[in-house]
């Protein structure tokens, strides 16, 4: 059965549109309580990144499950990874986060965790969605839920970060710059890095409900390559709005996205032993390069759907433990449950502070190939026949690269958009088949 609403990471959309209402809200919190809770006292945790409708949605997600008779645990501003820690702490039934993750502020979305801190399975999203069309016949007034403020969820969240790092680690003699993306790590990700002994200097830590992503973080790094080079820092780290993904600077102002961070997690395991028999789960769109400088260090790599869900999938299949994406979401399994952007930059920290080398020199051995990634906006849902004409077209361009690149087309998971990536040895190339493809899609 389709799903009406989840997508691949919760349900996202325009605030103030279907489903991102507050009337959907409540009916969503009563049907989530309805099909998670199984006693009463059970609780449900929410958290939020600085989006001025997080409030709203806040209110009408703790109002139905309420009225669904789930106490409600509010975390306030939390990154996603904290959201996933906090109902595990809690022993809560579920998690919620209200984010849009790198989204602008006028879209928002609403995503969940187990118990254990995981996504949710593909059956509890549709019985969520089937209860959705149930009538909300709430308790009886004294079996109703009741809402508590976790006041000291974000120094909970920092102490698991550090303790991500072997006792004793620290980060003393490293001058680092912080780009909090005004979002929902601002909080806590100075504290985390200055705790831990390091210099820290703080950039996009300023939210005003509505500059969320703007001009900052991990999908605006420019400010972050600027500001590392004006302080002389070692490393810049750039975190999204919700925190799950990271994207690092070294200290020549050159980005390190999340194939780099990958590639240093990976060759660190296999050099202290702790690697294994295991490898390393990326995506479709990871660099060729990622792949081929793994292959000559013998470690084994998985393409996964694009999609943390399904790099988790594939992890927990393989029983590996380390994954991720190049847009910066990195699964560390060893210490978490899902993407956490101040825990992946820790690991790399750490690694620096314990080989003493910089973060350019942990990177020697692997050469990305030139990826170009153009972005074609929707009208509309594509038919059959104008996918078979993309297809056709993408088989034409593979043919004419060989085996010197690789070309996916896919459809976004949280945007009307179309992605057309073109990888290749020669840069050229790259644009031209990319520049190719995408008008051919406009003229669809």
Excluded at 324 to 331: K, M, P, R, W
């Amino acid at each position: 059965m389709a799903k009406r609403f989840f997508g691949t990471d919760g349900i996202r959309g325009r605030v103030g549109q279907s489903p991102i209402t507050p009337d959907f809200a409540v009916k969503l919190g009563f049907a989530t309580g309805k099909v998670l809770a199984t006693q009463p006292g059970d609780r449900v945790v929410i958290g939020k990144d600085t989006r001025r409708s997080g409030y709203m949605l806040e209110s009408a997600l703790e109002a139905g499950l309420a009225a669904a008779g789930v106490d409600v645990y509010l975390l306030g501003d939390m990154p996603t990874p904290g959201v996933a820690y906090m109902t595990r702490a809690i022993r809560a039934k579920a998690g919620i986060v209200i984010s849009a993750s790198h989204n602008p502020h006028y879209d928002n979305g609403i995503k969940f965790f187990s118990e254990t801190g995981h996504k949710l399975s593909d059956d509890i999203e549709l019985a969520i969605e089937a209860q959705l069309e149930q009538p909300m016949d709430m308790p009886p007034a004294e079996q109703l839920g009741s809402a508590i403020r976790v006041d000291d969820a974000a120094g909970r969240y920092v102490e698991f970060c550090k303790a991500s790092l072997p006792a004793f680690s620290n980060l003393r003699g490293l001058k680092l710059v912080v780009d909090c993306a005004n979002g929902a790590t601002h909080v806590v990700a100075p504290h985390v890095f200055q705790e831990l002994g390091a210099q820290v200097t703080v950039i996009g830590h300023e939210p005003d409900g509505l500059n969320i992503n703007k001009n900052v973080g991990s999908t605006a790094p420019e400010v972050l390559q600027k500001t590392v080079l004006e302080q002389q820092a070692d490393v810049g780290i750039a975190l999204d709005g919700d925190g799950d993904r990271v994207i690092m600077v070294d200290a020549q102002g050159q980005l390190v996205d999340g194939d780099g961070i990958l590639y240093i997690l990976a060759k660190e395991s296999q050099r202290n032993g702790k690697l294994g028999k295991g490898g390393v789960v990326g995506t479709l769109m990871s660099n060729l390069g990622l792949e081929l400088a793994l292959q000559s260090a013998n470690i084994p790599f998985a393409r996964a759907k694009v999609g943390d869900r399904y790099v988790m999938g594939m992890l927990h299949d393989k029983n590996w433990y380390i994954g991720g994406e190049a847009s910066g979401h990195i699964i560390w399994l060893n210490s978490t449950t899902t993407g956490d952007g101040i825990v992946a930059a820790l690991q790399v920290l750490n690694i620096m502070q314990r080989e003493q080398k910089s973060l350019r020199t942990l990177l020697a051995g692997m050469e990305k190939c030139p990826q170009v990634l153009i972005n074609v906006p929707l009208a509309g849902q594509l038919s059959e026949p104008q996918w078979e004409a993309i297809n056709q077209a993408t088989e034409q361009a593979e043919q004419a690269l060989a085996e010197q690149g690789r070309v996916l087309i896919r459809p976004s998971g949280t945007e009307p958009l179309i992605r057309v990536m073109v990888e290749a040895r020669d840069a050229e190339q790259a644009q031209h088949h990319a520049a190719q493809l995408a008008r051919f899609i406009e003229t669809l």
